[in-house]
């Protein structure tokens, strides 16, 4: 169902006006809010379902202490392409209902399913592909192997192992890479490092049962978490047989890009482009080693036009009647 506010947004990397219309998506027991962007005033469009990563992040992508605008972003860029978009606040984030905390990743799917039906049943949507960053990427998998009525995915920043085998994988960048060589001697000293200190607090999420627990002093989402480190996205990408996309970043230290070759070789039909020194949240990172402390300054920059570009030129193959 749609609200009356209609709300026209110019002050955009692009400098696409997106046409917005505020919009409330039932799911489960809970109506999610967000918003349906057009390209202009007449339709059918086509579509694209923007599913951001993980963390309580709203409808343009931003978390309360960072405001990485990435959905926003991609919405414009998809505009300036001929496609609508929908996005929408996470369960418990800015304006939709719902509690984020006890949010397990298949409540999210769910939400991402409404949000697909919720699509399909409007007079004014063409053909919906799917795009996914991180997390979101697992989503969008799903829903390329589950819906036949999806015309492609894009996989932003995507993994191809477990959510066990990722986190593993990043407490080791983190300690080889990332952290302080006085921090690491301090880590020595107590016998421990970043490598022990994630495993323990794997160890730890698994051991839960409730929908929250305290890891490392801080409140955490553990059933999300728990469904998270069991996951794996391989045997759902086999079953995809629409067109997909992916694409991640040289200098990603969250995900390995090692595993663009693992997806393109499981996968029946997916074009893959590794992006050089772009980083995670798919901007240009100067410096040798990505570090996710610096993100509050790489915000400050697009989104490398390297990733956008393949995007809507990927589309524009796939869908030439929508540019």
Known sequence: MFSLLIVITSDLPSEVALHETTVAVPSDTVTLAG???????????PTALLLAG???LDRDGNHKRIKLNLSRD??????????ASLRLDKRGVRESGGDYLSMGLFDELADAEAALAWLQERGNVGPVVVIGHSAGSLLAGELAARDSDIAGAILLSASAKNGEETLRWQGAQISDHIVPKPVAALLRLFRTSVVKQQDKAIAKLKATTTDTARIQLSKVNAKWMREYIAYDPLPV?????VP???ITGSKDVQVDPADLATIETATASTETLSVEGVDHILRRE??????PRNYSKQIKKPVD????DAITRWLSEHWPSAS
């Open 35 to 45: 918003a349906f962007a057009m390209p202009g005033s007449a339709g059918p469009f």
């Open 54 to 56: 993980s963390g309580p």
């Open 74 to 83: 991609l919405a414009s860029t998809l505009a300036g392409s001929g496609w």
């Open 237 to 241: 990408l086999r079953r995809a047989r």
């Open 244 to 246: 997909m996309l992916a």
């Open 286 to 291: 100067e410096r040798p080693i990505s570090n």
């Open 305 to 308: 036009p390297r990733v956008t």
